[in-house]
């Protein structure tokens, strides 16, 4: 799991609500895991 702020600590919730810039963090964590898993 890759866990990012969101506004209010709430999350898996029709009003959670995170910042653009830490969802991009999180999809770059994310890349970079599938990318050194994949050797390249």
Aim: charge should be negative; aromatic fraction near 2%; charged fraction near 20%.
């Amino acid at each position: 799991m890759i866990f990012i702020p969101c506004k209010d600590g709430i999350s898996h919730n029709e009003i959670e609500d995170a910042k653009p810039e830490h969802i991009a963090a999180g999809c770059n964590v994310l890349l970079h895991a599938m990318l050194e898993r994949a050797g390249t």
